[in-house]
């Protein structure tokens, strides 16, 4: 039996239909996002729903080995669900994730080993998700693919934790934005946390060269290699978390720093937007509001504005 919904009113923009199957939507988001809790599956899907509506299919899911959870430590029973084996293998052919990698957890502990970076670049996603739908901007639930891979060559990549898609909506006019989303829960060395910058200036700027004679007939599109995917390049943003205000501070002080001293990075900021903002204010004033510190400059924007 399938489960669907009852016929809803207009819901706002990017709110995911309530026409295709909700037990198919909590496939697609689950093997989009790896893993999340009911709450952000109800936010991302159903957000003027019941949590029962949501909790319902996940459990008859569950029941047909398609999906699994993990129960949060401290959390009072809260769950984080992801696909199983079997429902990775079922959603790859989804149209929405055609060309993503599967990424089965084939364990409660292995699902809680992921948890806690997984679940906070979701609610990352959830800030701009709950902004676009106020602003009426179109970012819905498929509009942010994690774990970017790109490469740098010889054998070196950069994987953003997240690609984000937005689309400013005005009258008569739609305006495509783009980012590379870092998450950073102060799990890392300030330093390492901000050489990230070097390695997407490096990104910008590599162009990969043709190498012998079996490439010859398939010319490599000249410019960088960056321009396979994107008009332009990506703004960079990364999100802050995990400790005090003021350790958060010096954190972005020390990205800022880069920005200054090394010279490709230097060169990337002059054509590339880059900003550092933190989680809470996101939440608290949306992705759109001035919470986000540009890192060539001082005085603080929404992300739009970089």
């Known amino acids: 039996m399938t489960i669907t919904d009852q016929t809803a009113p207009a819901l706002p923009a990017h709110v995911a239909s309530p026409v295709e199957p909700l037990p198919n939507q909590l496939l697609t988001a689950l093997g989009q996002h790896r893993m999340a809790t009911t709450g952000q599956l109800q936010a991302l899907l159903r957000p003027t729903a019941r949590r029962q509506t949501v909790n319902t299919p996940l459990n008859k899911l569950r029941r047909q080995g398609l999906v699994d959870y993990t129960v949060l430590p401290r959390s009072r029973g809260m769950r984080a669900w992801y696909l199983t084996s079997d429902g990775a293998r079922m959603v790859k052919d989804f149209p929405a994730l055609r060309g993503r990698p599967p990424y089965p957890i084939t364990s409660t502990t292995a699902a809680s080993l992921k948890t806690p ?71 890392m060395s300030s330093e390492r946390l901000a050489s990230k910058l070097i390695g997407y200036a490096r990104l910008w700027s590599y162009e990969p060269q043709p190498v012998g004679r079996q490439r010859s007939c398939h010319p490599v599109l000249a410019g960088p290699a960056w321009l396979r995917w994107y008009p332009v390049f990506p703004r960079l943003l990364f999100v802050l978390t995990g400790g005090s205000r003021q350790v958060l501070h010096n954190r972005i002080s020390d990205l800022h720093a880069m920005v200054d001293q090394h010279p490709l990075v230097a060169t990337m900021a002059r054509t590339v937007p880059l900003g550092a903002a933190v989680l809470d204010d996101l939440e608290a004033q949306g992705p759109t509001g001035e919470v986000w510190t540009p890192l060539n400059d001082a005085q603080p924007r929404s992300w739009t504005e970089l």
């Open 117 to 187: 970076h997984t679940l906070t670049v979701l609610r990352t996603h959830l800030a701009f998700v709950a902004d676009a739908r106020e602003r009426g901007d179109e970012h819905g639930f498929l509009d942010w693919t994690p774990e970017v891979s790109h490469s740098l060559g010889d054998g070196e990549k950069v994987i953003a934790d997240a690609l984000l898609h937005y689309t400013l909506t005005g009258p008569g006019q739609r305006t495509k934005l783009r980012a590379f989303v870092e998450v950073d829960r102060t799990t």
